[in-house]
Structure formats: C-alpha cells, structure tokens
C-alpha cells in the first residue's frame, strides 16, 4: 500500500514556475514508477510526466522543455518543476504510482492516486 500525498500548487502569472511535490508513505519507494497527471474543468485526465523506477523519463508533448520530473528516494519523494507556466496548464495536478516493472503514461495503469493539487495560472 503506497499513499501519496502532493504539494506546492498554487496561483501564478503565466511565465512564472511552481514546483510540485509528491511524498509517498509505504516501503520500496523506489520500486514504483511515478507519474503527474492533470485534469482541468470539463476535460479528461491528461498525462504530464513520469519517471520510472530506473529514473527513465517522458513527457507529454505539452510538458516538454518546461516541466522536468525528478525523484528522491532517500526522502520518498517525487517533484515536478514547472518553468514558463501558461494560463492552459491551469487544472488540479495528479501524482500517481506504479509498481515494478511496469513503465507506462497510461493513467489506468497506475495503482495509487493523490488527492490533487490546483494550480492556477493567470494571464
């Protein structure tokens, strides 16, 4: 059983960073895979990044470039750094876990969910 619990969403003016958080409770944080999804208003949930249990990364299309995904696992935790932020990246942000050996974007894949974080951002 892995719960996690996410941090650092907010209300920032489009341009500016956020830096989200993700710590984890359970063992073998470092055999899961870990995943930021988002939602906003009347969409579906949407991949933004994951990274793996062997720290391989992949982003979607809109992330690239901005966002970058990183793990601690001395501290059970996972970030996402959000640089150059637009006002459409507005929606409650996800983190989500995945057990070895399975790497995936698939959001059904993932076993464990946070209960989200807003960011907002203005323009």
């Known amino acids: 059983q892995v719960q996690l619990v996410e941090s650092g969403g907010g209300l920032v003016q489009a341009g500016g960073s956020l830096r989200l958080s993700c710590a984890a409770s359970?063992?073998?944080?470092?055999?899961?895979?870990l995943g930021w999804f988002r939602q906003a208003p009347g969409k579906e949930r949407e991949f933004v990044a994951r990274?793996?249990?062997?720290?391989?990364?992949r982003y979607a299309d809109s992330a690239k470039g901005r966002f970058t995904i990183s793990r601690d696992n001395a501290k059970n935790t996972v970030y996402l750094q959000m640089n150059s932020l637009k006002p459409e990246d507005t929606a409650v942000y996800y983190c989500?876990?995945?057990?070895?050996?399975?790497?995936?974007?698939?959001?059904?894949?993932?076993?464990?969910w946070g209960q989200g974080t807003q960011v907002t951002v203005s323009s």
């Open positions: 359970g063992r073998a944080f470092s055999n899961y895979g």
């Open positions: 989500a876990a995945v057990q070895y050996p399975v790497i995936t974007t698939s959001a059904n894949e993932y076993t464990y």
């Open positions: 990274i793996s249990w062997n720290s391989s990364t």
